[in-house]
């Protein structure tokens, strides 16, 4: 059996675009010939990246290498929380991206280039990274056997989690993407026929009650494939950046989605933002949440950060 001082790198070979699959490949020769000692270990079906990481944890190990997208990310990182730590800063998480959007990474400033990550994980930068956790009767979250059952209550997110369109849009991406576009083309299509409900926010005494877009609960800056979201948001400071946009019609979305892949949708008249350390949103009717691009159930839910829970390798 390999060291337990060895990173450990779970690879989700499915991720990314069928033309850039083989990058892993070229990450994980790049790390050997660094230096790194490494395992690998990959994945073979949706979600399997969260036993694989509880039952790693368990064994005793400390280091992972996440490769993949930003829900591969998710899987790891709630395989790691999961798994009944005491202290889940003795984990160091690096990411190598290798996904469709990689939204986590570029608040990171980890590239996709494979000697740079190489040199991420051995220069050994790090930082404690603050942790979301989603809690609530109609939340999807991970059993603690080592097989995917499902069980409700309590799920964790490192980037942004969202509520309404956003999740609406994600829930509709086919899997493998095939495209870095098809999230845009797919959030464009639906303005025509989605209907906003109505959401109720209450963010460490401010209230919110209006029809909604979508709300984003944004611990890092970046999702749904570098549209800007949240450009104040602070990794590692205990607070969550909550965006809310109002419902606009179809015309009136487009130039806000414009301003969100720009950064400038926090000036917008139609969005409320606050920086708070938990929210609690409700919608009627319930609305579909995402958490770091993964379906993570609905509302009602609350929204709270775990500040500086994870060691985190970040780039130059």
Same mark, same amino acid.
């Given at each position: 059996?390999?060291? /337990?001082?060895?990173? $450990? ?50 064994? @005793?190990?400390?280091? $992972?290498?996440?490769?993949? @997208? ?57 930082? !404690?990274? =603050? ?12 059993? @603690? ?6 069980? &409700? ?12 369109? =956003? ?8 899997? +493998? ?8 083309? #797919? ?16 963010? =460490?005494?401010?209230? !919110?009650?209006?029809?909604?877009? #979508? ?16 450009? &104040? ?5 205990? /607070?969550? =950046? ?7 019609? $179809? ?51 609350? $929204?709270? #950060? ?9 780039? +130059?």
């Amino acid at each position: 059996m390999a060291s /337990l001082d060895n990173w $450990f790198a779970i690879v989700n070979p499915a991720a990314g675009r069928p033309r850039s699959r083989g990058s892993w490949a070229a990450i994980e020769q790049a790390l050997r010939a660094a230096g790194v000692s490494l395992e690998v270990v990959h994945t073979s079906r949706a979600h399997d990246g969260v036993a694989i990481a509880r039952r790693a944890v368990h064994e @005793g190990r400390r280091k $992972f290498i996440a490769a993949g @997208g930003d829900g591969s990310v998710n899987d790891i990182l709630n395989g790691i929380m999961g798994a009944g730590l005491a202290d889940t800063r003795d984990v160091t998480l690096a990411v190598a991206p290798t996904g469709t959007g990689n939204d986590w990474a570029r608040t990171l400033g980890i590239g996709r280039d494979p000697q740079a990550i190489a040199s991420a994980v051995t220069g050994g930068r790090t930082m !404690l990274h =603050d942790v979301g956790e989603i809690t609530g009767p109609a939340i999807t979250g991970y059993a @603690g056997s080592d097989d995917d059952a499902r069980v &409700t209550g309590r799920h964790w997110f490192i980037n942004v989690a969202g509520a309404g369109y =956003d999740a609406y849009v994600t829930a509709r991406v086919p899997r +493998p993407v095939p495209s870095a576009l098809t999230y845009l083309g #797919l959030a464009l299509r639906g303005l025509l026929s989605y209907r906003a409900p109505r959401f109720s926010i209450a963010a =460490d005494g401010t209230s !919110l009650d209006d029809r909604m877009l #979508l709300v984003f609960a944004a611990n890092a800056q970046y999702c749904g494939n570098r549209m800007h979201v949240a450009p &104040t948001a602070i990794v590692d400071d205990g /607070l969550l =950046d909550v965006v809310a946009i109002r419902e606009v019609g $179809f015309l009136g979305a487009l130039p806000k989605i414009a301003k969100l892949y720009r950064g400038t949708i926090l000036g917008d008249p139609v969005v409320r933002h606050v920086r708070c350390a938990s929210v609690r949103v409700t919608a009627d009717p319930p609305a579909e949440i995402q958490a770091d691009g993964q379906m993570s159930g609905h509302t009602p839910a609350g $929204f709270s #950060l775990l500040r500086q829970a994870l060691t985190v390798i970040v780039g +130059p």
